[in-house]
DNA sequence: GTTGAGTCGATAAGTTTTTATCGATATGGA
DNA sequence: TCCATATCGATAAAAACTTATCGACTCAAC
């Protein structure tokens, strides 16, 4: 099936250049707010520590064009990235687990700058329930499921301890929820159309001590058979 | 350059796989509870909703090895990933920024599990300062950088705002750090030599409100083109 | 004008990561 | 004892992602 035109859209974007264009647009809006009109690939790569090249791919996915010598048109690429990433649509989401972790997510005012209105919490702790935070509503998690359903609910923040993560999934699947961004370190069974981000963070920081262990060894070694390598 | 034998522990292990290991672990920990001896990647991948070719290539990363039609042993399979990913070494570590984010981190105790040893939080609130959180002292941010020297603490967190990132980092860098935990969407300007493992929560969400949109839109195309796929 | 340099877009090459294939080996039952 | 089957390890193929190359375009300076 070869693609038609109107395909454009469909052609998925690679995950990595979705996590980086949050990056280009902040970036592009410091340019904004400096008075620059225009701005290239170069400037945004040295800015970011990334590679130009990299950069101008992630924008052509976004269907920002740029001009040859001059660089991308300011207002015009920033529409193309909130446009691309639906940063105008709003999207609720629900939070279920008001603990500690999920206490720091409801203070964050970062969410709307993208989209994301956070609705409500939900907690079985009976001393967090009908309370507030950060003038967020936390809830009975009895009543998640009815929530979810009546309010079409399609995005769900998971940051409820590991043993309840299935059981909460399978609640909030049955429900109708979509997507489940899941700090738990578990990895949930759900069905296929059903989306699911890890966001493992004890994961993350073993990579980083591992890698830092490698590099240790890698260094040593260079410095044993004698390639000095610091530029 | 041919790798020559004892090369094998420098041949860097892929981060995807440095991420997938933690669930392996926790996963054939679960085995071992339950009584069985050994455990093979068709199991695991089962269990874990991967690809169990996938798993055995990740094992094998590890240094462990398995018996044809047994599968790995238990025991010794922990101790591979444990060797391979250091927890047994206990990682000295700071957290610079004691706000929501960073107390949900100081209060988390599963950082040890890991090998991990959150040892003191930072922060320049003078409410905040000198006291404790969850049992772990938080100090004035002026005293980081000596202490960083002193303990020569490896690994720091960062988790305050976004506009005093590239500082801090400036300060933990001249003290000799050599890894950072970034929770900040900023991109760290960092000399070679020295680790930044980002840490975008909101990039992330933002993946996944992406592909949720594609997602609808793909099947929605589908079910106007007349491709069933429902498995 | 003409020239020169900075930048884009398209395409190609390279690298990394995932998935597939296949022979070898161990186990349990015929 | 032999056979069927599950599984591993090694190697190869495929897919995804990153980096390089090159012609074309635009602007500014001469
Ligand atoms: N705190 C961190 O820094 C951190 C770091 C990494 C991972 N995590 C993970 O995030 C998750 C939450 O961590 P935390 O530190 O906030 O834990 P927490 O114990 O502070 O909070 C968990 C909350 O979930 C609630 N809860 C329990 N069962 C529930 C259910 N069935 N429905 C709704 N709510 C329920 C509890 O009442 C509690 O308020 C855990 O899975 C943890 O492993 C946390
Ligand atoms: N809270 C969240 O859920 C969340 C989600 C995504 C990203 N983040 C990011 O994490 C970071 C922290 O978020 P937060 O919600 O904890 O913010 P916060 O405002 O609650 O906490 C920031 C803390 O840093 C301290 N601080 C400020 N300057 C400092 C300095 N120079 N040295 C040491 N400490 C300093 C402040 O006193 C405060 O206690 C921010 O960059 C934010 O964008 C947070």
């Known amino acids: 099936m070869s693609p038609s035109p109107n395909d454009q859209a469909l052609v998925a974007i690679p995950e990595p ?8 647009y902040k970036s592009i809006q ?5 008075g620059r009109e225009f701005v290239s690939c170069t400037t945004l790569a040295e800015a970011l520590g990334l590679n ?5 791919k992630d924008l052509q996915a976004t269907g920002a064009v740029g001009r040859p010598k001059v660089g991308y048109h300011v207002s015009t690429t920033l529409d193309a990235i909130e446009e691309c990433m639906g ?10 687990g008001a603990g500690h972790l999920g206490q720091a997510l409801l203070a964050y005012p970062g969410f709307s700058e993208f989209g994301f209105n956070l609705v409500a919490a939900f907690d079985v702790d009976p001393t967090k329930m009908e309370t507030e935070f950060a003038g967020k509503p936390i809830l009975d998690a009895s009543r998640l499921s009815d929530l979810v359903r009546r ?14 993560a299935q059981a909460v ?3 909030l699947v049955r429900a109708g929820i979509r997507a489940i961004w899941n700090f738990t370190p578990t990895r949930l069974a759900v069905p296929k159309g059903v989306l699911v981000q890890d966001e493992n963070l004890l994961a993350s920081l073993s990579v980083l001590s591992k890698q830092l262990e490698s590099s240790r060894a890698k260094s040593h070694k260079e410095s044993i058979h004698g390639e000095p390598e610091e530029l």
Chains 1, 2 share one sequence.
Request: glycine share 2%; net charge positive.
């Open 30 to 34: 410091g340019q904004r707010e400096a």
């Open 87 to 96: 940063y105008h649509n709003t999207k609720d989401i629900f939070l279920v």
């Open 151 to 164: 309010m079409h609910v399609q995005i769900a923040i998971l940051a409820v301890p590991a043993t309840a």
């Open 52 to 56: 130009p090249i990299q950069v101008r």
């Open 17 to 24: 250049t979705l996590k980086r264009l949050p990056y280009y």
């Open 169 to 171: 999934t399978d609640t």
